[in-house]
C-alpha cells in the first residue's frame, strides 16, 4: 500500500503534531521573529526560540565569539564549531508579542519557547507563564547552556546537580499546562540520572544534547587561547558533526533511562544523522550549526532524502523510533564467539601499506605485505578491524569466519 507523505514523515511531541521530525533548535537561526518566518515558510515543523531570559539578567555578547575545527586544509571540511554566544538579547516583551503573531500566521507549525533564569522561582514562573499566555505550545527549559550562563546561576549550573533540575522543573509545571521539555546537558557524569531528576520534576520531555564543554585551539604565534577576546578566551561550547557521537549515545542512554519522548540533536548535518537519532529513541530531532554554516533551505534536501530513505525502506518516522535502541546492549551481552576476518580486494587495493603498518604497530601483526601486494594471515589475525578503518580506498571488508572454521 502506498502511503501519502505525511502519514510516512509526521511524528509528534508529547501530543503536539509535528508535519516532520524537523526543528530547528534554539540557537541564532532563531534570534527573531523575521528569521523564524521565514524557517518555518521553508518547511521546518518548527522552532525552538533563542532561550529568553528575564529583561533584568544583563546579557553581554562578546566578539568573536566563534571557533572553527576543520579535517584537512579545505575551508569547507568544517567538523566541530565553538561558541561562546549567551542567550536572547530581546526583551520578554518582543517574544510575546512575536511568538502571538507567529501562532495566527503558521497554526500548524509548532513553537516552542526556551526559557532560561537563575535560581529565582517567580523569574522562571513568570517566564513560563508570559510564554504559554501568548500561544508557544511549550516551553524548553535550557538547562544546559556550559558557558557564560552557568556564572549566571543559569544553564549547565541547574542542568548538572538532578535536585536543582527536579526542583526548578517543578517550579516551572506548577505555573504551566503546556508541555515541558528538559534540555539537557551532556557535561556531565551521567546523563540517566539527570534525565530522570527532570522526569521526577514533572518534565513531559527531554531533549539532547546541548553543546559539548570544549577548549578548541591555541594561536601558536601569540599563545592565546581561541576564540580570543582581546587576548583571552574562556572554555565554550562545541557542536556540529564532531559531536554527533556523545548526543547518539546521550540519547540512548536517556531513552533506555526513562519514558517520555526525546528530542535529538547535536551535529546533525544529514538527513542520515537525523535518521540514526530516531532510530535511538528520539521522536523528532533538533538542527543547529548546519543551518548556521548553509542556511534555512538545507530542509527540501533533509526532507526529500529522509522520505526516499523510509519509501525505499518502506518505513515511517514512526516506525524507526526506537528501533536501534533495543540492540543496544551491555558488553557482557555481545557474543564472544562471533568472529569477523578482513578480506582484501586485490583489484580496488593501491598497495599503499596504509593497513600493514596499522596492524603491524596498532594490531596483530596479521597482514603481510609483499612487494605492493598485501594479504592477512588469519592464523593472527584477531578480527579487530583496525585495517578496514585505516584503508583509504575501501578495499577491505570484514566478513563473519563461517562457523567450525578452523584456524
Ligand atoms: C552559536 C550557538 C548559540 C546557541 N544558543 C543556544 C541557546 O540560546 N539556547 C540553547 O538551548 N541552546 C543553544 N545552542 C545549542 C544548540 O541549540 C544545540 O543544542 C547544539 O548546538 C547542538 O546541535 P548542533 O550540533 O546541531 O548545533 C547554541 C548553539 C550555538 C552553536
Redesign the pocket.
Known amino acids: 500500500m502506498k502511503r501519502k507523505a505525511h502519514e510516512i514523515m509526521a511524528t509528534e511531541i508529547v501530543g503536539v503534531p509535528l508535519e516532520n521530525p524537523f526543528v530547528l533548535?534554539?540557537?541564532?537561526p532563531t534570534a527573531s521573529i523575521s528569521m523564524i518566518e521565514r524557517a518555518l515558510q521553508q518547511g521546518w515543523a518548527g522552532v525552538?526560540t533563542?532561550?529568553i531570559v528575564p529583561d533584568e539578567m544583563e546579557i553581554h555578547d562578546v566578539s568573536p565569539?566563534?571557533n572553527a575545527i576543520r579535517s584537512g586544509r579545505s575551508k569547507h571540511n568544517l567538523v566541530g564549531?565553538e561558541?561562546i554566544?549567551?542567550?536572547?538579547r530581546r526583551p520578554v516583551s518582543y517574544w510575546e508579542q512575536g511568538i502571538g503573531m507567529l501562532r495566527r500566521i503558521f497554526p500548524d507549525k509548532v513553537l516552542i519557547a526556551?526559557i532560561m533564569g537563575d535560581r529565582n522561582r517567580s523569574a522562571w514562573q513568570d517566564l513560563a507563564v508570559k510564554m504559554e499566555a501568548c500561544g508557544a505550545q511549550a516551553l524548553?527549559l535550557?538547562f544546559?547552556?556550559p558557558h557564560g550562563m552557568p556564572e549566571k546561576g543559569g544553564g549547565a549550573s541547574i542542568g548538572q546537580h538532578p535536585d536543582i533540575t527536579r526542583e526548578i522543573t517543578q517550579w516551572v509545571k506548577e505555573v504551566t499546562s503546556i508541555p515541558v521539555i528538559v534540555?539537557l546537558t551532556p557535561n556531565v557524569t551521567d546523563i540517566a540520572v539527570i534525565a530522570k531528576a527532570a522526569v521526577a520534576g514533572g518534565a513531559d520531555a527531554l531533549a539532547a544534547?546541548?553543546?559539548v564543554e570544549s577548549l578548541t585551539g591555541i594561536d601558536l604565534e601569540t599563545l592565546t587561547p581561541l576564540p580570543a577576546v582581546k587576548g583571552f578566551s574562556t572554555f565554550g561550547?562545541y557542536?556540529?558533526p564532531a559531536?554527533?557521537p556523545i548526543?547518539l549515545r546521550a540519547v540512548a542512554q536517556i531513552c533506555k533511562a526513562v519514558e517520555v519522548p526525546v528530542m535529538g540533536?547535536?551535529?546533525?548535518a544529514k538527513w542520515s544523522d537525523a535518521v540514526e537519532y530516531l532510530a535511538v529513541g528520539a521522536c523528532s530531532v533538533?538542527?543547529?550549526?548546519?543551518v548556521?554554516l548553509r542556511g534555512f533551505d538545507i530542509i527540501t534536501g533533509l526532507l526529500k532524502n529522509t522520505r526516499h530513505y523510509l519509501t525505499t525502506h518502506q518505513r515511517t518516522v514512526a516506525g524507526v523510533i526506537g528501533k536501534a535502541l533495543e540492540r543496544i546492549t551491555t558488553y557482557e551481552a555481545l557474543d564472544k564467539k562471533y568472529f569477523m576476518i578482513p578480506v582484501i580486494n586485490g583489484e580496488t587495493c593501491i598497495g599503499c601499506g596504509a593497513c600493514f603498518v596499522a596492524c603491524r604497530d596498532g594490531g596483530y601483526q596479521s597482514i603481510i605485505k609483499t612487494g605492493k601486494t598485501v594479504a592477512c594471515d588469519v592464523n593472527l589475525c584477531d578480527g579487530c578491524s583496525l585495517c578496514s578503518h585505516v584503508c583509504p580506498v575501501g578495499a577491505i571488508t570484514m566478513e563473519e569466519l563461517p562457523a567450525g572454521t578452523k584456524l
Do not use: D, H, W, Y
Open positions: 533548535a534554539s540557537a541564532p525552538v533563542k532561550t565569539r566563534f564549531f561558541n554566544e549567551l542567550t536572547s526556551s524548553e535550557n544546559s547552556c534540555k544534547i546541548n553543546t561550547g557542536s556540529g559531536v554527533k548526543g540533536m547535536g551535529g546533525i533538533q538542527v543547529c550549526t548546519e548556521m
